[in-house]
């Protein structure tokens, strides 16, 4: 069993900047393909970035890439999200995720999420 924390969220002006912390417990944290998803008011959840288990293999939604960076440091049982260039349209839940799977995956089928942190951008 995986407990997923997450911390960091805020509010922040367009163009700012925040960064985004899960903390792991339980589990082998490195067999765990890791990611981020967000929800916005009356949106359904949808996929931000997702980090393989050791291999430094990421992926990005089209929306956030460029902006965004997933990282993870399996020593310290963390994964990271810096979010740069932000917008109003990045305001969301954001959640961290674990998953089974052995390489990453963007729907949202992931076996532990945390409780997720509230991220504000104002225009």
Do not use: H
Not at 5 to 30: D, K, P, R
Not at 89 to 116: H, K, L, M, P
């Amino acid at each position: 069993q995986v407990q997923l924390v997450e911390s960091g969220g805020g509010l922040v002006q367009a163009g700012g900047s925040l960064g985004l912390s899960c903390a792991a417990s339980g589990g082998t944290f490195s067999s765990y393909v890791v990611g981020w998803f967000r929800q916005a008011p009356g949106k359904q959840r949808e996929f931000v970035a997702a980090a393989s288990r050791s291999d430094g293999v990421t992926d990005y939604a089209a929306s956030v890439k460029g902006r965004f960076t997933i990282s993870r440091d399996n020593a310290k049982k963390r994964v990271y999200l810096q979010m740069n260039n932000l917008k109003p349209e990045d305001t969301a839940v954001y959640y961290c995720a674990a998953t089974f799977a052995r390489t990453i995956i963007v729907s949202d089928d992931y076996n532990y999420w945390g409780q997720g942190t509230q991220v504000t951008v104002s225009s």
